[in-house]
């Protein structure tokens, strides 16, 4: 499985971005997306989840209601769209995917910089 993650940038407090991750690979390996995110100092975040067929998505608190987590399987993609950032949001943000189970055994992408200023 290979991910690449796209979309990242400088954007100004309550802006938007839209995240996109492109898969290849064993679908059933992919099963699962994710995206995380990780801040200079910081241990990685989880922020949100999906499952193959949208029907079950997963949120940390702190995007809840901001972000919105989909996903394209005949376009093998996993979109992230980020709605009134914060400065807080700034960090290395990676989508990764696995099949079941936890995330210790996923596939993980490049990550894209995501820099929101005040």
């Known amino acids: 499985v290979q991910l690449q993650a796209s979309g990242g940038g400088l954007v100004q407090a309550g802006g938007s971005l839209r995240l996109s991750c492109a898969a290849s690979g064993r679908t059933s390996s992919r099963d699962v997306m994710g995206w995380f995110r990780q801040a200079p100092g910081k241990e990685r975040e989880h922020v949100a989840t999906?499952?193959?067929?949208?029907?079950?998505?997963y949120y940390a608190d702190s995007v809840k209601g901001r972000f919105i987590i989909s996903r394209d399987n005949a376009k093998n993609t996993v979109n992230l769209q980020m709605n009134s950032l914060k400065p807080e949001d700034t960090a290395v943000y990676y989508c990764?995917?696995?099949?079941?189970?936890?995330?210790?055994?996923?596939?993980w992408g490049q990550g894209t910089q995501v820099t929101v200023s005040s």
């Open positions: 999906i499952n193959w067929s949208g029907g079950y998505t």
């Open positions: 990764a995917a696995k099949a079941s189970g936890d995330w210790s055994s996923a596939y």
